[in-house]
């Protein structure tokens, strides 16, 4: 890994949920007459894009291209989100629109580097029959028109990715001989089959197989990914681990922690969308599953360091 890393001739295809990540920075100094609760006096305001559509930025950020497939709303948010995109020279014509979807909006408010509160704004039922038909038709568009080296397919639990979808994405992909990464949440966990490179977090893991797993121990850790595997036949698969690092197990059966160097971090949301980001393009590129982790940790350190969901750059890395 001594090289400098080069993204620049991968093309990446990104499926998922999107949203819109909105901060209101500022400062409490009093509490409020009206109730026991802090008054944040707000000083900035910022919108980011988040779930599928950071992971698009990442990958644009590290060199490549990204190829972003979703669906949002007609309403504010969405339009708000393409704009964000194009803002950022992201290729927005696969990003559908529908009258009838919600597009999500977190909006989190900040006392200094401190999350005061977080709502949300959203729906997270199925697309319908209709707008998935539209969805894949645009998938197969994508596919025949553009050399894709790597699916992404991430997964909020938003409605985007339906179980039929996701199965079209997979038989497509293995015609095509296109490897898949997914960063999965639990809706959906075992819809994905014989997966490239696999990545949940401790968290999922452990609910998925339906018991506790010591994210301190090897053997903890081990048992858990062969019984993932007798369920999803996952070919890769990385676990990250938060302080403890990531976890590895390879299709040849090999396991290891890549563990992370130890920083003060301000602010996880987002290092899970550049672990993904990371990991699917050096795999790509026949990394190995170690350098692969080391890389993503290295990132995800960067990230979050910062406050919000940030995507990492090429040259922070390099």
Known sequence: MAA??????????????????????????RISPEAPVPVVEILSKESRLGGAANVALNIHHL???????????????GNQLVKLMEDNELITEHVLQHKSRV????????????????????????????????????FKRIMSNTKIDIIIIQDYNKGVLTKHFI????????????????DPK?????????????????????????????????????????????KNRFKNLMVTLGANGIFCYTKEGNSFIVPSRAIKAADVSGAGDTVISLASMAYVQKYTMKEMAQMANKGAGVVCKKIGVVPVKLKELN
């Open 63 to 77: 060199g490549a291209t990204p190829h972003l497939l979703t669906m949002v709303g007609t309403d504010d948010t």
């Open 186 to 230: 639990e809706r959906n966990f075992f819809d994905y089959q014989a997966i490239d490179l696999f990545k949940p977090n401790l968290r999922e893991l452990s609910e998925a197989i339906g018991y506790r797993i010591n994210p301190k121990s090897i053997e903890s850790l081990r048992s858990g990914a062969e019984e993932l595997r007798r």
């Open 103 to 138: 597009t999500t909006l977190k909006t989190r408010v900040f006392d200094e580097d401190k999350q005061v509160v977080r709502f949300d704004e959203e729906e997270v039922a199925d697309i319908t029959d209709a707008q998935e038909a539209q969805l894949l038709k645009e």
């Open 4 to 29: 400098k890393l080069n993204f620049s001739n991968l093309h990446v295809l990104i499926i998922g949920d999107v949203m819109i990540d909105f901060y209101l920075f500022g400062e409490v100094n």
């Open 167 to 182: 199965k079209q994405i997979l038989l497509v992909a293995t015609k095509s001989e296109i490897p898949v990464a997914v």
